[in-house]
């Protein structure tokens, strides 16, 4: 099997692999200094509370736009699984496209869900991945990258508010029960919420009346919140939670 990585700026998913079918995943906080040691002894904590024993691992694949978290943690793949970790990056030698005007600056995790869309939809799409930041990526059905939009995520978005206004603590970002709040917290909730499901809606609509190519893009929601929001949006069509790390996946056994 194989163990998978998709490091992101607040939080690092980590999949483990059966081909391209994800059979388990753990979340972590992402951090950068943490040393390989560190990061091996977490590793082997995660396999052995799932009971799952480190020879059955046959490599590792790792997509980061932490640069100061990709080495010591393939430093230790290497040491768990016994072989190079795969780095997934802009150079990496996949069949697809960055038809951008930078292509060296795409990250990683963008890229790999380039790979996975094109492959598992066959067809134009928008994949909307709700992580720290909120992205859309345009993706043809041939595997190119056109490029897209990087907005605030949800959460930054909300921390900034509870940053800069002296009145209004945090609270859970769940829908409101109403989009008129009569608490502040329902306030805060009607327009964190839903103004970001408003927002991936009329930006999921702008690109698609810009969309280069006949017909109109499929919409593949990922990331943390993609399940939240699901429901409070009209623009996406499906879930796909494991997109990114299947990408990996796929990425590695055309790597190797």
Avoid at 49 to 71: D, F
Avoid at 179 to 184: A, E, L, P, S, W
Avoid at 206 to 219: E, M, T
């Amino acid at each position: 099997m194989l163990l998978v990585f998709d490091v992101g700026n607040t939080e690092t998913t980590i999949g483990l692999c059966d081909g391209d079918a994800v059979v388990a995943r753990w979340r972590v906080t992402t951090d950068g200094s943490r040393t390989p040691d560190e990061a091996f002894l977490l590793l082997r904590s995660l396999l052995e509370a799932s009971g799952i024993e480190r020879t059955a691992l046959t490599g590792s694949a790792i997509g980061s736009v932490v640069p100061s978290v990709t080495v010591p943690l393939a430093e230790a793949c290497e040491r768990l699984v016994g072989a190079p970790a795969v780095i997934v990056e802009a150079r990496s030698r996949l069949p697809i496209t960055l038809d951008v005007d930078e292509p060296l600056t795409v990250g990683a995790d963008r890229i790999i869900n380039t790979l996975a869309a094109s492959r598992l939809y066959a067809r134009d799409c928008i994949v909307v991945d709700l992580g720290t930041a909120t992205t859309f990526d345009c993706i043809t059905s041939d595997g190119t990258f056109l490029g897209g939009v990087i907005a605030p995520g949800v959460q930054m978005s909300a921390d900034s508010l509870f940053r800069k206004t002296a009145k209004l603590t945090a609270t859970e970002l769940v829908p409101p029960r109403s989009v008129i709040g009569r608490r502040t917290e329902e306030c805060i909730r009607a327009g964190v919420v839903l103004g970001a499901a408003d927002s991936i809606d009329g930006l999921v609509r702008r690109i698609k009346a810009a969309w280069p190519r006949p017909g109109n893009p499929f919409v593949i929601a990922t990331g943390g919140l993609a399940m939240a929001f699901k429901p409070l949006c009209q623009e996406l069509d499906v879930v796909e939670a494991d997109l990114t790390l299947r990408g990996l996946a796929m990425a590695y056994a055309l790597l190797t």
